[in-house]
């Protein structure tokens, strides 16, 4: 496994792939890699003769109050894990080399960015919109696997490669999960002690609504739904940041839950530890 960290030298080294006649699949991370990711790679290693996998802590999704000092970073972990699962190269650039000094340029999804996680985190998916145009355009993917528990993130980079004719498929890969339920999360390293049981106020409030859509004998309020999960955040002492019932394409607000209706949650643990989790609230076609 090839670990470069030079932007001219993963261009190349994608570049002679390409020539090459194989397919590339980059797999976007910010590192801490865990099972969530490695079902990523192995996602790729299913359509792709050779895998990419980016390691980044990117600082311009971070806000000036957020986590980008603290995020948990173990490069060498990482990279044992990825070549394990067979990937080709392994792309971890400097900040200083992706962003120079006169870095001015910002890619902006302007709806789907509006609502959810982006209004709570202003800027947000403006600075990953703008990495992983980036990345697409370093590592020259024909695909690009990216796992649905950013889910909001997923449908702003569809929205991304749809609106400038990117040559790249976009692949979104099912949530993994603790045996409990927890969403897999490279946060999940900051819940200490009784954080961690408080934490499956996310996965417990997405249970009890699918359960209830798929007992109910007629159409489901959305409001219902919202109103349930906040009782369940609330008795586990998580602070809800939102709870929404959106359609998974257009992520605008449904007022009846549908085929197409996502729960999406996200939730502030012991203060600090912010934690999102999503579902499709109908069960799935058998
Ligand atoms: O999902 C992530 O880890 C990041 O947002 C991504 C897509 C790697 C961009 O930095």
């Given at each position: 496994m090839k670990i470069i960290g030079s932007l001219t030298e993963i261009s190349r080294q994608a570049a002679k792939w390409q020539r090459q006649g194989l397919k590339i699949a980059l797999v976007p991370t910010m590192g801490c890699l865990h099972e969530g990711h490695l079902s990523l790679m192995r996602q790729a290693a299913a359509v792709a003769d050779r895998i990419i996998v980016s390691i980044f802590v990117n600082?311009?999704?971070?806000?000036?109050?957020?986590d980008f000092g603290s995020y948990p970073r173990q490069f060498q972990t990482d990279c044992e894990l990825a070549e394990k699962e067979g990937v080709h190269a392994i792309f971890s650039p400097e900040s200083k080399d992706m962003y120079g000094d006169s870095f001015q340029t910002k890619v902006h999804v302007a709806k789907l960015s509006e609502g959810m996680c982006g209004a709570d985190r202003p800027g947000h998916f403006d600075g990953v919109a703008t990495v992983v145009l980036k990345l697409f355009h370093l590592t020259l993917p024909d695909f690009a696997v990216f796992g649905q528990k950013d889910f909001q993130q997923l449908a702003i980079i569809r929205r991304l490669v749809i609106d400038l004719n990117l040559k790249v498929e976009i692949i979104g890969c099912p949530i993994v999960r603790e045996q409990d339920g927890l969403a897999m999360s490279s946060?999940?390293?900051?819940?200490?002690g009784e954080s961690r049981s408080q934490a499956l106020c996310l996965s417990k409030a997405i249970q009890t609504a699918r359960k209830f859509v798929a007992e109910s004998q007629q159409q489901v309020p959305a409001a219902t739904v919202i109103s349930q999960t906040r009782e369940i955040i609330a008795q586990a002492g998580g602070k809800l940041e939102y709870a929404v019932v959106v359609?998974?394409?257009?992520l605008e607000n449904e007022t009846i839950v549908t085929p197409q209706s996502m729960l999406a949650i996200a939730v502030k643990i012991g203060g600090t530890v912010r934690l999102i989790d999503n579902a499709r609230l109908f069960p799935e076609p058998e």
């Amino acid at each position: 496994m090839k670990i470069i960290g030079s932007l001219t030298e993963i261009s190349r080294q994608a570049a002679k792939w390409q020539r090459q006649g194989l397919k590339i699949a980059l797999v976007p991370t910010m590192g801490c890699l865990h099972e969530g990711h490695l079902s990523l790679m192995r996602q790729a290693a299913a359509v792709a003769d050779r895998i990419i996998v980016s390691i980044f802590v990117n600082p311009i999704q971070f806000g000036p109050n957020e986590d980008f000092g603290s995020y948990p970073r173990q490069f060498q972990t990482d990279c044992e894990l990825a070549e394990k699962e067979g990937v080709h190269a392994i792309f971890s650039p400097e900040s200083k080399d992706m962003y120079g000094d006169s870095f001015q340029t910002k890619v902006h999804v302007a709806k789907l960015s509006e609502g959810m996680c982006g209004a709570d985190r202003p800027g947000h998916f403006d600075g990953v919109a703008t990495v992983v145009l980036k990345l697409f355009h370093l590592t020259l993917p024909d695909f690009a696997v990216f796992g649905q528990k950013d889910f909001q993130q997923l449908a702003i980079i569809r929205r991304l490669v749809i609106d400038l004719n990117l040559k790249v498929e976009i692949i979104g890969c099912p949530i993994v999960r603790e045996q409990d339920g927890l969403a897999m999360s490279s946060r999940n390293k900051y819940l200490l002690g009784e954080s961690r049981s408080q934490a499956l106020c996310l996965s417990k409030a997405i249970q009890t609504a699918r359960k209830f859509v798929a007992e109910s004998q007629q159409q489901v309020p959305a409001a219902t739904v919202i109103s349930q999960t906040r009782e369940i955040i609330a008795q586990a002492g998580g602070k809800l940041e939102y709870a929404v019932v959106v359609n998974e394409t257009t992520l605008e607000n449904e007022t009846i839950v549908t085929p197409q209706s996502m729960l999406a949650i996200a939730v502030k643990i012991g203060g600090t530890v912010r934690l999102i989790d999503n579902a499709r609230l109908f069960p799935e076609p058998e």
